[in-house]
């Protein structure tokens, strides 16, 4: 692992924002809010709502552009996304002419970073700073993945802390769970879609942000076509935009494979 660690280069930033990997472009600063009382049945509703839509949704295939602005600078890059829950993870980095650049697989145990024009690769362990160290963005490949697939769920044990009512009849929820450090955000619009997810520390400050934008008929569902994340810790902000995208498709054999890799 710590070989890993040393030989992924600040560059390679530029090419990856696994969706995680996400974004809003700007820093967080919400709207006004209205406590919302301790009866109220809203907050588990959408609770509720969002455990029902994660459950539905275990995979996802698409492709995306992506922008991200980060410590090692800032670029731009069409992506090949393919990923599985709770962790498994693949993202293609495309070039000008579609020609591949960089892949990053992991199949929730370990991880392949392959970088084609050095032909070079690093793999190891996944370890829950994996993608702020290929990416600059604080999230774990396991929290990328749900947010990829626009369906975070609370962690286990999360209590809802505060609730309070948005203007444009939305609703913010506070979670904690007891003796955690941490505390996360979620932030439902009045038709009860997920807008943002955030991580906050014991303090209230956010950590991480992410926003979810443009939702689109898919299926018999609607899904945010735009996902952005900031990260204060490094700076960091991407967005990504789905040109393609397919909600539980019939994977390929391979496709996390590590030591091969089938296609996307």
């Keep these: 692992m710590s070989r890993a660690r040393r030989a992924l280069p600040l560059r390679i930033a530029s090419l990856f924002c696994s969706a995680v990997l996400a974004a809003a472009c700007a820093a967080p600063s919400g709207p006004r809010a209205l406590p919302m009382p301790p009866g109220d049945a809203r907050p588990a509703a959408l609770l509720g709502g969002l455990a029902h839509l994660a459950?539905?949704?275990?995979?996802?295939?698409?492709?995306?552009?992506?922008?991200?602005?980060?410590?090692?600078?800032?670029?731009?890059?069409?992506?090949?996304?393919?990923?599985?829950r709770p962790a498994r993870l693949r993202v293609d980095v495309l070039g000008l002419l579609d020609q591949t650049l960089a892949v990053l697989t992991t199949d929730g145990e370990r991880f392949r970073l392959l970088r084609v024009p050095e032909r070079s690769t690093d793999s190891g362990l996944v370890y829950p700073d994996l993608l702020r160290d290929v990416t600059g963005l604080a999230v774990t490949?396991?929290?990328?993945?749900?947010?990829l697939l626009g369906a975070p769920l609370p962690p286990p044990g999360a209590r809802v802390e505060s609730a309070a009512q948005l203007p444009e009849g939305g609703v913010r929820v506070e979670l904690r769970v007891p003796g955690a450090p941490e505390r996360e955000r979620l932030e439902?619009?009045?038709?009860?879609?997920?807008?943002?997810?955030?991580?906050?520390?014991?303090?209230?400050?956010?950590?991480?942000?992410?926003r979810f934008d443009d939702y689109q008929a898919l299926g018999d569902d609607a899904f945010a076509r735009e996902i952005g994340l900031f990260d204060r810790s490094s700076g960091a902000r991407a967005r990504l935009r789905f040109a393609q995208v397919e909600l539980n498709p019939a994977l390929p054999p391979g496709v996390f494979d590590l030591a091969v890799g089938g296609a996307p």
């Design 55 to 84: 459950a539905a949704r275990r995979a996802l295939r698409g492709v995306a552009q992506l922008a991200l602005d980060g410590p090692a600078g800032s670029g731009r890059a069409k992506q090949v996304l393919v990923v599985e």
């Design 141 to 147: 490949p396991e929290q990328a993945v749900a947010l």
């Design 188 to 210: 439902f619009d009045a038709d009860a879609r997920l807008r943002g997810w955030a991580r906050l520390d014991r303090g209230g400050e956010v950590l991480s942000e992410a």
